[in-house]
Every structure is written in structure tokens, then in C-alpha cells.
């Protein structure tokens, strides 16, 4: 949709002005809808489009929504707008970063905007990375997740690495089949599901069903659910809602594929189940391989993979600590630990020119509740399922595993966004006064 209106007092200026106006509108139109479509948060979008409206002579505003992106220019010549049909469900860090710094190359004068156009469209056909390192990675990363929850058999750490890297194949093959947003993780979390039951029949997998659980916890959408958390603190409540609203649809995806998978099987998962206590020179170092299967399904460059690792890491051994040694919840240890990772990712990311969602989630994804989100899942199919009314215990427990699962949420939620947040404002604060 393309509107103007037009100024009728250089009737011979005109045409070139418009035409020029129309050229600058579709450079910033195509960086954004890079920029929306691949992960990077709402305020650096904002930013972006006044930043370089500003250095082609005009004023530039954007105004983003779940499935649409539409961008205002006002110069001389009148005003005009354009809408493109966009949904911000996917992360690709490499996109983010060569986007950006395209523009910081205009805005520095280094590349004119026809040069600067045709170096988007080059991005945006950028591949995603290879299915041999998507797969691997994927099956190391669940891996790393069933040792930090207390996977204690080698071969059940190689089920569950076989099953998430199968279920990788799957997801790239069916995204070249099918453009719903929901048929990968519920496909996946269904085949997660049925190696879990059989390694159950079999008596491979350990009292959490690890096996079933953590190729399904690679799956989860964390960067969504951390932008629209932000776009929520910022008041930006459309669109918050939007993206919470998508994650939250993906979980459930996941949640109903892997019930299934387990209910082809005869196998349920338990309502409750104890822990393990992980040393932490094995909880540790799965960590930072945790951290680099996301950095992995994010695109990221294997150049910039230590970056999130060490702060993962770090952030790991700091909820480690106050756990094992000063006896904090695991709500408790999820919020230092995210504090610690956000303190530390902010200004990276900012420095980086990379999405702070997912440098951030990559950063504290071996913290996610899905042991607890999916034990809830199946807890409450249980119920329903019950010919007679639920116990009080069977009740107590898919709540208790629930209100754990939200409250974690929330922690590492809060601990993410509030140094962001205070970060960001002392940042503009300082370039202001420059």
C-alpha cells in the first residue's frame, strides 16, 4: 500500500523528488523488514529507521505489528508510507548483523543507497546454516540439557542426541514443505515423544524420561517470549502481546507432540518426579554446549559462539553456586543467574550490532522449566482423562509443577530485561549529552 502527499509549489522539482523519496523509502523499508523478521528488538528497530531517515534528509517513523511493518517518511516533497506484510517468528543473527552493518556503512557514507539495496537483497537470501551443523548441534545440545537434569547413562544421552538431531533433519525438511509456523515443533516434539516411549518400554531412559524431554526443550521459542516481555516493559502492548501470545501457541505445539508421542507408546510422563544434583564440572561445561546448539539454530557465526558460551557459562556456575551452596530455589537461581547474563550481554550486544534476545536466551537456555512445563502438560491430560475425579496429590502436583515452571519464567524474564532496561536508559542519557 503506498500513499503521497505531495507538495504542489516545485511542480518541476517534483518528479526527482518523489522519485527520491520513493527510493529512500524502500531502503529503509527493506532493512527493517530484514531487521523484524529475524530477531532484532522493537527500540533498535525504532532507532534504526530515525537514525537513517535522519542521514538521507528526511524524518522517518516505523510502526510494527505482529504480521505487518510500516514505515513513514516526511521531506520536502509531502509525506508517504508503505505496509509490507512481515511476521517476526524467526532469529537469524547473521542476517541481523550484515543488515546492520549495511546501514552502518550509509550512514557513515561508505555505500549510497543503491549500493546499500542491492547488499539487502544479497542478505536476504542468505542460507541458513548447514543441516550437517544444524543436526549435530541440535543432538549436543539436548545432550547437554539431560546432563544438567540428571541424565546419568551414556546411552540415554546418545537417545536423546539421536532424537534431536533427527528431529532437526525433520524440522529443515519440513520447512521446505510447509510455511505453518507450527508444524516443525509439533512434529518434532511428536517424534521426541515416540524415541522417549521406547526407550521407556526398553528401560533406557531415567525417572524424568529425559530421553522424551530435552529434544523438546531445544525447541522452545525463548527469543519470542524475551522480545515480547520487552516490547510489554516498554508499553508497546500489541505487539508484546503478539509475540507471547506465538511463543506461547509453540509451546503448546510442543507440549500436545510430545503427549501424543508418548501416548502412541503407552508411556505417560509422571506428574512429579525428584532431581538430581549435577556436579558442577559437568553442569558447567554442558552449559556452554547448550549455549552453542542455540547460537547454532540462531544462525550465529562460529566467530562470535564464545561470546554467549562464556557468559552462559558463567551465568550457570553463578546459579550453581547459590543453589548448591547457599540453598536458593530454583526461581531464586534462575533470576541471578539471568541478572548476571543480562548485566553482561547488554552491552555486547549493543557493541555487536546483534539481536539482545538471542544472544540473551542463547546465553540461559540449560535454565528453561520444560521438565516442569512438560510434566505439567501431561499431568493435566491425565486428569482429564481420569474416569474418576483427580486426587488431591495428582492436583497438587501438576499445580506445584506448574506455578514452578511460570515463576522461573518470570525470574529469568526479569533478570533479563531489568539491566537492559536500566542500561539502555544511562546509554541514551550519556549520547544525549555528547
Known amino acids: 500500500m503506498n500513499t503521497a502527499d505531495v507538495d504542489q509549489n516545485h511542480p518541476d522539482d517534483r518528479s526527482g523528488k518523489m522519485a527520491e523519496s520513493a527510493g529512500s523509502l524502500e531502503l529503509i523499508l527493506t532493512s527493517v523488514h530484514l531487521l523484524f523478521a529475524n530477531g532484532q528488538t522493537t527500540r533498535v528497530i525504532v532507532a534504526v529507521v530515525q537514525k537513517l531517515g535522519a542521514k538521507l534528509g528526511l524524518r522517518a517513523s516505523v510502526f510494527p505489528r505482529w504480521g505487518e511493518l510500516t514505515v513513514r517518511i516526511e521531506d520536502a516533497v509531502g509525506s508517504r508510507y508503505e505496509t509490507v506484510a512481515v511476521k517476526p517468528s524467526g532469529v537469524d543473527m547473521k542476517k541481523v548483523v550484515a543488515t546492520m552493518d549495511v546501514i552502518d556503512q550509509v550512514y557513515d557514507k561508505r555505500m549510497d543507497a543503491t549500493g546499500a539495496r542491492s547488499a539487502l537483497e544479497a542478505i536476504s537470501r542468505f542460507p541458513p546454516v548447514s ?8 543432538g549436543a545440545g539436548a545432550a547437554a540439557l539431560g546432563v544438567i537434569f540428571g541424565a546419568r547413562h551414556f546411552h540415554s544421552l546418545v ?10 533433519c525433520l524440522r ?44 523438546c526443550m531445544v ?8 522480545n515480547g516481555a ?19 501457541l509453540v509451546i503448546l505445539k510442543i507440549c500436545a507432540g510430545l503427549v501424543l508421542g508418548l501416548a502412541l507408546g503407552g508411556v505417560s510422563l509422571p506428574a512429579s518426579a525428584p532431581s538430581h544434583t549435577v556436579p558442577i564440572w559437568y553442569d558447567v561445561p554442558a552449559a556452554g554446549v547448550a549455549v552453542a546448539a542455540y547460537g547454532t539454530f540462531f544462525n550465529m557465526s562460529w566467530r562470535m559462539l564464545p561470546i554467549p558460551i562464556l557468559v552462559g557459562m558463567l551465568a550457570h556456575a553463578c546459579r550453581w553456586t547459590v543453589m548448591s551452596r547457599a540453598g536458593a530455589s530454583a526461581e ?25 534476545a538471542g544472544v540473551a536466551f542463547a546465553s540461559v537456555v540449560s535454565l528453561l522449566p520444560g521438565v516442569f512445563l512438560f510434566r505439567m502438560a501431561a499431568g493435566v491430560v491425565d486428569m482429564v482423562m ?35 532496561m536500566c542500561i539502555d536508559y544511562f546509554t541514551d542519557i550519556f549520547f544525549a549529552r555528547d
Open 332 to 356: 531464586a537461581g534462575a533470576l541471578i543467574a539471568c541478572f548476571v547474563a543480562g548485566t553482561i550481554t547488554t552491552p555486547l550486544a549493543n557493541r555487536l550490532r546483534l539481536p539482545f
Open 219 to 226: 525447541l522452545v521459542p525463548g527469543p519470542h517470549l524475551l
Open 131 to 138: 543441516l550437517a551443523r544444524f543436526a549435530v548441534l541440535a
Open 386 to 420: 481420569l474416569d474418576q475425579p483427580a486426587s488431591r496429590d495428582l492436583f497438587m502436583q501438576v499445580t506445584g509443577d506448574g506455578m514452578t515452571a511460570l515463576l522461573i519464567v518470570l525470574a529469568m524474564a526479569f533478570g533479563l530485561i531489568l539491566p537492559k
Open 172 to 215: 529443515r525438511w519440513l520447512s521446505a514443505k510447509s510455511s505453518n509456523l507450527f508444524v516443525q515443533p509439533f512434529c518434532a516434539a511428536l517424534l521426541a515423544g515416540i524415541v522417549g516411549a521406547i526407550a521407556v518400554r526398553l528401560q533406557l531412559s531415567s525417572v524424568l524420561r529425559l530421553v522424551a524431554v530435552c529434544p
Open 159 to 168: 537417545l536423546i542426541a539421536f532424537s534431536a538431531g533427527f528431529g532437526a
Open 230 to 248: 520487552l516490547d510489554l516493559a516498554r508499553a508497546r502492548i500489541g505487539l508484546g502481546i503478539a509475540r507471547i501470545t506465538y511463543a506461547s
